[in-house]
């Protein structure tokens, strides 16, 4: 699809909450509270949503299957306190698939609340820093927006699959390249028995078998309904390793200058007006993206240099799930690597590191 097709018919990709889906989440809510049931506790079984679950179930379909993108709106977030949001949303992700944990720290629900991008420490989504086009660590992401009262913030999406048509005819050299491994550091996120860096190429042509194989020359290969195209990318943390590793003592490789070019045409394509599809997400609003199939972005953001006033809600603040569909795609032998299993189920994808206790952070 083209970011500007998809902009002229927002019907193919939304969905606003009907009073008795809504009306069937504050009932969810009130069982699960009375219940005493810890978010990250929650199930489809605890958070029981008989009309709502069959939609979210078709529209997971179209995520894996179909378009890749899908936005859901009125979440009716300002009348809820901070744990029926969170249970709203996370509950509603359970009849998605499976969560992920998305740090070291374990965290399932992760909280963009612009924090400062230069602490090096700190990862890009959680701070007011641009975020380049890039895939997550999972097959799925939602993101679920509280408030947005900043300047900037806004959301933007690509086909993967139309970049690749697009960079057969326009640059071919580009696409071979980016069909070839490039380092990737982990960023101190390093699973057991994994090294600090890994290879990893941005566009993989596979079986949809679930054999994992992929082809000698992808690019040159005229693929057919038996192969599917997946993408998995993230350039800062392309940019990190060769900022924090070098050869001679980590074996990492420089960029040639033909990887970076490939990374620059890349990213122009994902910012072409006719591809990318722009966004603001509002409070109530309900993101999902299959990161498979779509790169997304977010521009850089400011707040009113006024200030706030003492116990206003932070300007910014999106809540984040990463999850494993139980319908999700094969995937690559070789994207094990990063989702540390291929396999579906609740093992696949996520940030996984020794010692690690996924848990639930309302704040």
């Known amino acids: 699809w083209r970011g500007r097709d998809l902009a002229a018919d927002p019907s193919r990709w939304t969905h606003v909450l009907t009073s008795d889906e809504i009306a069937e989440l504050d009932d969810a809510l009130r ?7 810890d978010v990250i506790d929650l199930t489809p079984e605890t958070f029981p949503l008989p009309t709502l679950a069959p939609r979210l179930r078709r529209m997971r379909d179209d995520l894996v299957h179909g378009l890749g993108v899908y936005l859901i709106r009125g979440l009716p977030v300002e009348r809820y306190d901070r744990w029926e949001t969170c249970a709203a949303f996370y509950g509603m992700g359970t009849h998605m698939g499976w969560a992920c944990p998305q740090n070291a720290a374990g965290h399932v629900l992760g909280h963009d609340l612009g924090r400062d991008p230069n602490d090096p420490a ?13 895939t997550d660590s999972a097959d799925v992401v939602g993101l679920c927006c509280l408030n947005n009262d900043v300047v900037g913030g806004d959301s933007m999406v690509a086909s993967v699959v139309e970049i690749w048509n697009r960079m057969r ?4 050299a580009a696409l071979r390249t ?8 982990r960023k101190g996120e390093i699973p057991p028995g994994c090294g600090p860096t890994y290879d990893m190429p941005v566009f993989h042509v596979h079986r949809g078998d679930g054999s994992g194989s992929e082809p000698a020359e992808p690019t040159l290969m005229n693929a057919g309904p038996e192969w599917l195209l997946s993408g998995i990318y993230d350039r800062n943390f392309i940019a990190s390793a060769q900022a924090r590793f070098d050869v001679e003592n980590d074996g990492v490789p420089r960029l040639t200058s033909a990887q970076t070019e490939a990374l620059d045409a890349l990213d122009a394509m994902c910012l072409d007006d006719d591809v990318c599809l722009h966004m603001r997400l509002e409070p109530g609003d309900i993101q999902w993206l299959h990161n498979h199939t779509t790169l997304h972005a ?19 603040h999106l809540l984040r799930l990463w999850i494993t569909p139980p319908n999700a795609r094969p995937l690559p032998a070789s994207f094990a690597t990063r989702f540390g299993s291929v396999t579906v189920g609740p093992e696949r994808g996520g940030i996984r590191v020794e010692g690690q206790t996924p848990y639930c952070a309302l704040e």
Do not use: K
Not at 169 to 172: A, C, D, G, M, N
Not at 178 to 185: Q, W, Y
């Open 122 to 134: 700190t990862r890009t989504y959680t701070t007011s820093a641009a975020q380049p086009f890039h």
């Open 178 to 185: 980016l069909a070839e491994p490039f380092p990737v550091d």
């Open 169 to 172: 005819s326009e640059s071919p």
């Open 298 to 316: 977010r521009t850089a953001y400011g707040v009113d240099p006024g200030g706030r006033d003492a116990g206003e809600p932070p300007p910014r």
């Open 31 to 37: 069982r699960a509270r009375a219940g005493g049931v």
